[in-house]
């Protein structure tokens, strides 16, 4: 059974689709009307109070007191990210700057060419049919942290719906699209391994709506007769939520710029003919192994 919530204050008037929401259990006790200024701080973005000790307004415009206060996962990492949860927006002094708002000096085509990508405020966005871009910089095992903000196409579905992809080493694609309130994301959803592994969770946000991913990587290993040992981990997390818990890749996705190699790659970013953008762009190098000593 679908029930909806009505929620009223001076602000605003929404309604939540309980059978689309994960439940929460908070405690409501205490009878107050609403301030209006926690109210609005205590808003989720889309509009279901996260408060206890309050009381909502039916459609009657009886007080009634709701015991269960429900909203999804993605709305969820919408109120961390609200409320400035997310540690890596600020690159450490030993991240290597990749785009800072500046200018494309860092990245080039895949033939390495100038990018034909431009810049506007403070994001790189593609032009679409201009090519990829790859950064200068290589990396092995590395962290990358990279914001990117989706096109609105509501006429679009799939994967012609604000299709871009970040590609470890150049090789292996986080991808980024539009897939804002899929209720069971797959593997050609934004956050997935392409075409390998689905996100856990969506925490995606909406078309045109800044998001995050921070993703540590790491490179696969290969032995003294060049063979595989172990293949390349990946750990994302978007918008403060993991979505992908240091997955295993078979071998590169579609879109890789080499096949399989033991050599440092570059951070490549998709043209797939949608207006992506991207800002913020800067990733720390890691070492291969730590000591061996206690
Ligand atoms: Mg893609």
Redesign the pocket.
Known sequence: MVRKIVVKSQLAVRTCDESHYYKREIAVSGQRSVGSKKWESEFSPTGIALIPNTYFLDKKANFVKIKKIVFSLHQFAHAQHAKGKLMTQTPPESAVILFDGTDLSNWTSLDGSEPGWQVEGDAMLVVPRSGDVISKETFTDHFVHVEFRCPDMPEATG?AKG???VFLQGRY?V???DSYGIEVPGMGDCGSI?NQFAPLVNACKPPLEWQTYDITFRAPRFNDAGEMTEGPRITVIQNGLVIINNAQLAGTTG?SIDSEASTPGPLKL?D?GNDVRYRNIWAVSLPLEGSDQY
């Open positions: 994967q299709n871009s992809g694609e991808q980024v699209l392409y879109g998709q797939h």
